[in-house]
């Protein structure tokens, strides 16, 4: 039999990726008695870790967009582009695609656009308020980030920069001879380009995370290592979170989870459509000197970082679950782009797959639980989840406090897919 640990004023947060390091800090920093649980060394093999660094608060153009559509066969049939499928996994994603396709419309991209916007906006300061308090001198960059493409087969870039324009996001266009002034090892394939000076990028995520985590832990919280497997409920409706052997109960609860959310949002009664666009990175040690500051090819829709690691080569979008293998061909791929870029690379270093956690409205889900008022969720952040993991934090703790807000937070809610 296992240990029944009840802990009084208490918050469980089960995920220890960004959303739930930054959650459980901003919690105890309000005085809540925190308990964080992840089944794996926080940050070891997580989305959180693998991801391409950027702080990106201009990216508010979500990927629901009528042209998608249009574009998705020529970018499944090229050999050097982004998108790809695992085969077996199709038929069980249909309904997510179905969704995805009616999250197309003009009007349901401009209220992602609107409500990404809402929080990247204060998605910098809300970092801030926690980078005062560690020493990240060395591990964020503050060059902001390029995007560059060849004529050819794009269309889509002037779709983005007018949305951003519309939203106000500061961005500045680039020629040929610009973007060369500002990272002048690229190869010249690029025919213009645009330069974000609002992002910053992370030299080494992981290090970031256990660096909150550590002023966490000061603070006062705990880690449990522990798988959760199953979410109930006493009959005052405080979270029972259950390992195959423990079982805590808490005041509230917080689902943190990323891509694997859903295993436990379906045991409490929910439909939430969350799926994973898997994406993969490899490093090339040694050769970060070579970039300044991240730029993504976006004929292809790989970027490359220049991290602790190396260059950090990222990029694709894969659907395929959580439970098919990595795929060699997407890893040569990336090799291949980057080698395009950069012909004096040689063998890369490691090979890493993560999962994005992504909705079928590009929309996270922030919020309580539809069927129980002390479960709360945080996942689905997509593409943007590192650069969400404060704010999300800060809105999560102003909802346990029960605090008022200026902020919208209805189209976060998992409400609007009951
Ligand atoms: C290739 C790639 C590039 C990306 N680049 C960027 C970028 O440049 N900028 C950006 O903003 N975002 C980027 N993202 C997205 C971002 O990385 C994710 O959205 C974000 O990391 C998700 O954070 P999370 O905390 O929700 O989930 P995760 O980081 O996945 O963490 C979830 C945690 O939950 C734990 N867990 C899961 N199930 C259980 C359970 N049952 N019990 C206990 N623990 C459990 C896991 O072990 C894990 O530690 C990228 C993602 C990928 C894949």
Redo the contacts with the bound molecule.
């Keep these: 039999m296992g240990e029944d640990v009840i802990i009084k004023s208490s918050v469980g947060v089960?995920?220890?990726?960004?959303?739930?390091?930054c959650i459980s800090l901003f919690l105890v920093k309000k005085g809540f008695k925190v308990t964080l649980?992840?089944?794996?060394e926080?940050?070891?093999?997580?989305?959180?870790?693998?991801?391409?660094?950027?702080?990106?608060p201009y990216?508010s153009t979500p990927m629901n967009r009528p042209d998608v559509l249009v574009d998705v066969p020529s970018m499944l049939l090229s050999t050097n582009g982004p998108l790809a499928l695992k085969w077996n996994y199709v038929p069980k994603m249909i309904p997510w695609f179905l969704k995805f396709i009616k999250n197309c419309s003009n009007k349901n991209m401009m209220h992602t656009a609107k409500y990404m916007h809402q929080i990247l906006d204060l998605a910098l300061p809300a970092y801030d308020e926690l980078f005062k308090e560690i020493d990240i001198s060395d591990l964020v960059e503050n060059k902001g980030i390029i995007y560059f493409w060849t004529n050819k087969d794009l269309k889509s870039r002037e779709l983005e920069i007018n949305i951003r324009k519309k939203l106000g996001v500061e961005q500045q266009l680039l020629k040929p001879d610009e973007i060369h002034d500002l990272e002048p090892n690229i190869k010249k394939i690029y025919h213009g380009g645009v330069y974000y000076p609002s992002a910053r990028?992370a030299r080494n995520?992981r290090k970031i995370l256990l660096k909150l985590l550590d002023l966490f832990l000061k603070r006062g919280g705990k880690f449990e290592k522990?798988?959760?497997?199953t979410i109930n409920f006493s009959s005052d409706n405080k979270p029972i979170i259950k390992?195959n052997s423990n079982s805590y109960t808490f005041d509230k609860a917080v689902i943190?989870?990323?891509?694997?959310?859903k295993?436990?949002t379906d045991q409490v009664y929910e439909k939430i459509p969350l799926d994973t666009?898997?994406?993969?990175?490899v490093h090339f040690k040694g050769y970060d000197h070579l970039l300044s500051r991240?730029v993504i090819f976006l004929n292809r829709g790989f970027?490359i970082?220049p991290m602790e690691q190396g260059l950090r080569v990222?990029?694709?979008v894969e659907f395929g679950g959580l439970d098919n293998p990595i795929s060699k061909k997407r890893i040569l791929n990336l090799v291949n782009n980057a080698k395009y870029l950069f012909p004096e690379l040689h063998k890369h270093h490691d090979e890493?797959l993560?999962?994005?956690?992504s909705l079928p409205d590009f929309l996270p889900v922030i919020g309580p639980s539809k069927n129980y008022k002390n479960l709360f969720y945080?996942?689905?952040?997509?593409?943007?989840?590192?650069?969400?993991?404060a704010i999300t934090g800060k809105i999560i703790t102003g909802m346990l406090a029960e605090e008022n807000t200026n902020l919208n937070l209805t189209p976060y809610s998992s409400l609007r897919f009951s």
């Excluded at 649980?37 to 794996?40: F, G, S, T, Y």
């Excluded at 943190?256 to 959310?261: D, L, M, Q, R």
């Excluded at 993560?354 to 956690?357: Q, T």
């Excluded at 945080?378 to 993991?389: D, S, V």
Aim: charged residues 15%; glycine residues 20%.
């Design positions: 089960v995920g220890a990726g960004i959303q739930g390091v649980i992840d089944r794996d926080p940050g070891k093999n997580s989305a959180s870790y693998g991801n391409a660094g950027h702080f990106s990216a990028h995520p522990q798988n959760i497997e390992t943190a989870c990323g891509a694997f959310s295993k436990l666009e898997r994406g993969y990175h991240p970027g970082t990222v990029g694709t890493w993560g999962f994005r956690p945080a996942f689905g952040h997509h593409h943007l989840g590192w650069t969400l993991g």
